[in-house]
């Protein structure tokens, strides 16, 4: 069946393609609508953005393969990402891997029976002061334990996934693990989160220290 | 130092909001400049100022600007590097998240003062977050009146884009960048021209990254002799954000001058090596960075080499400066360390860069290509018991073979670390050879009981 994008996201491309002095240049912009939309970069999808953009099919798939957050075949309904770069694999990355096989039940490049999760290897997603961390969807959870992210996947079976990050997301606070069971628990100081941020804005310890 | 600058708004309360940034002096500098300051005098405190590009390769923004010569006709872009994607890098998000007004702001001062119009910013496709917020900041602004047709009613129109990529390290690269930005895959273009020259959309662009323009707001209302002598090294100004990931007691964010040493780094602002352990090795500022080993001692006898003064110190008592640490044979790059403690195993870590080596190359140019995957290969059997001690010579061999046989600094950003490697850890690569790696060995020794909630 042919795609269309919803009227609403057909406004927001026309809107981006006010951007650049090149049609083209909408390409990557227009692909994530379409991936928001169905998922994934289908055939269907391929041949729309082909129309819409002027292009051919197969320029479209030689970008579509190149980026390793466009997917062209069908992904579970959240996607999670391990990060397994050093600094995380330094702090538990691979303790978080092993974790997330287990309870998803699939191998890291593979989706739970149930459809719910795939479960993908990631490379470093600039994180690295707040490790080990995850990506599920749009949203980072950072200073992880596995308790913590049993929560957080325990949330989103029963929530969906808006609701966990709005309860356990750490993006809007920059590391800072939300919701009342939240303090990820490392073996270092508690985890940087607020403090973190104070830290930032903190003068060096050795000047005068007038300012703090 | 006193004041902090660059993260001086991180603290606010909402700090992402129009109206909480204005409180807190967003837009004042940006107002004062295009109102009343010339686009000349403005480049002038930029270059004045010592700014060292802060995406890595550090090279003087101010001298960047300069490079522009645009022919009739032509219009000039301006595209911020937000891909921040550097292994160990995690200050850019910061500033997008917490603050992001001061990159608009720098944004508007910067399209002014080069004579732009139009800016890109160009963030990594994972950051969902911080694209939404920069956009939601970029209507704030432009409802304002900051941006638009007559940005604080001077004549000459800015609009700023947020354009997400998609997952691609590669994009990073200025010129790979600009291709994934036109629509393309994300391969870097054969240089030259220069983007200053032929960069976006066949036009002059300049191509900064977010700290760096961040950094702009301070300069311009400091003026650039003062900002620059915030910093401590020679020709290389002002302060800059650090981070610190991996075994220290406080990993984080942190904003200081330039030119503190990396041991203040660790000790006195990442609160020290994880649980007190010893320090094994650090990699100074991104994983292309060749590693510092505090056993080292500097070796500069002769009077005027650029670090004689720190001769028979330990590497990392040298002040971090872009200079400095290039004499070091290292980099200074984004800044943002990765510390190891002794428990960590070299050539383990090394296999696990090198793995993100492979997985990123674009695989135009065969010498990356192959080489990547060949080093991966070769590393796979050191630590599966496999290897043989002439592999460890065959690592070195075929770095020397990636560096600079390529189109893009990709190649030289996997070959350098790796050669530092196996120059500061070379019993280490020796012994794997003869006896492979333990079958449990792994990174994260020191934390692994807390993060699986062992007692």
């Known amino acids: ?104 039940g699939c191998a890291a490049g593979h989706t739970s029976a149930d459809g719910k999760f795939t479960l993908l290897k990631a490379e470093c997603l600039a994180a690295c002061g707040q490790a080990p961390m995850v990506q599920i969807n749009d949203y980072y959870y950072e200073n992880l334990n596995v308790q913590q992210l049993d929560r957080i996947l325990d949330a989103h079976a029963a929530k969906g996934g808006e609701a966990a990050a709005a309860e356990f997301s750490s993006c809007a606070s920059f590391g800072a693990p939300r919701g009342s069971n939240g303090g990820a628990v490392t073996s270092a100081p508690p985890p940087p989160t607020k403090e973190a941020v104070r830290v930032a804005s903190r003068p060096p310890p050795d000047s005068t220290g007038d300012e703090s | 130092m006193s004041k902090p600058l660059l ?124 694209v939404n917020r920069l956009e939601e900041a970029i209507a704030e602004a432009r409802q304002a009146g900051y941006l638009g047709e007559r940005p604080f009613g001077i004549d000459h129109p800015i609009d700023v884009h947020v354009h997400a990529g998609a997952g691609a390290y590669i994009c990073g690269e200025e010129t790979a960048l600009l291709n994934s930005l036109e629509g393309r895959r994300g391969e870097p273009r054969l240089k030259p021209p220069f983007p200053a020259v032929k960069g976006a959309f066949g036009m002059p662009t300049i191509v900064n990254n977010v700290e760096t323009i961040a950094s702009v707001p301070d300069i311009i209302e400091m003026g650039g002799d003062a900002w620059s002598a915030l910093g401590r090294l020679p020709g290389d100004g002002g302060v800059r954000i650090y981070g610190v990931s991996g075994h220290v007691n406080n990993p984080g964010l942190f904003e200081a001058p330039v030119g503190i040493t990396m041991r203040e780094l660790i000790d006195d602002y990442a609160g020290g090596v994880l649980d007190g352990r010893p320090l094994k090795a650090v990699i100074p500022g991104g994983s292309s960075t060749p590693v510092l080993d505090p056993q080292r001692k500097v070796d500069a006898p002769n009077e005027d080499h650029p670090l004689h003064k720190w001769h028979g110190q330990s590497e990392i008592d040298v002040p971090m400066g872009v200079d400095t640490y290039r004499a070091l044979g290292t980099m200074l790059g984004t800044c943002c360390a990765i510390v190891m403690d002794d428990t960590v195993n070299m050539v383990e870590a090394c296999r696990n860069l090198m793995r993100f080596y492979k997985h990123e190359s674009c695989g135009q140019c065969t010498p990356c290509r192959e080489g990547t995957g060949w080093l991966v290969d070769v590393l796979d059997g050191l630590c599966n018991g496999r290897g043989k001690p002439e592999d460890v010579d065959l690592l070195v061999d075929i770095s020397n073979n990636m560096m600079g046989n390529t189109i893009c600094a990709f190649a030289d950003g996997t070959a350098m670390p790796m050669l530092g490697m196996v120059q500061k850890f070379r019993q280490e690569f020796m012994d794997a050879a003869v006896h492979g790696l333990p079958d449990d060995v792994r990174h994260d020794a020191s934390v692994r009981s807390s993060v699986e909630g062992v007692a």
């Open chain 1, 1 to 104: 069946m042919a795609f269309a994008l919803t009227p609403e996201r057909e406004q927001q491309v026309d809107e981006i393609l006010t951007r650049y002095p090149e049609r083209r240049a909408a390409l990557l912009p227009v692909l994530w609508l379409c991936q928001r939309q169905n998922g994934w970069i289908s055939p269907e999808v391929a041949e729309y953005v082909s129309k819409r953009l002027e292009l051919s099919t197969a320029v479209i798939k030689g970008v579509v393969t190149f980026y390793t957050m466009f997917f062209d075949e069908p992904v579970g309904e959240n996607v999670v990402w391990v990060c397994r770069t050093l600094s995380c694999d330094l702090r538990g990355g691979k303790a978080i891997q092993d974790h997330l096989e287990k309870k998803l």
């Open chain 2, 7 to 130: 993260t001086s708004r991180y603290g606010v309360e909402e700090s992402w909001k129009l109206a909480n940034a204005e409180r807190a002096g967003a837009y004042e500098v940006a107002r004062q400049a295009l109102t009343a300051r010339k686009p000349a005098e403005l480049r002038e405190e930029v270059k004045k100022a010592n700014l060292r590009g802060r995406g890595g390769a550090g090279f003087p923004a101010g001298v960047k600007w300069g490079f522009l010569n645009p022919e009739e006709g032509e219009r000039i872009y301006l595209v911020i590097n937000a891909d921040e994607s550097e292994p160990g890098t995690f200050k850019d998000r910061s500033i997008m998240d917490l603050d992001p007004h001061r990159l608009v702001e720098g944004a508007i001062i910067s399209c002014f003062a080069i004579d732009a119009h139009v800016a890109y910013i160009y963030v990594r496709g994972e950051l969902a977050f911080s």
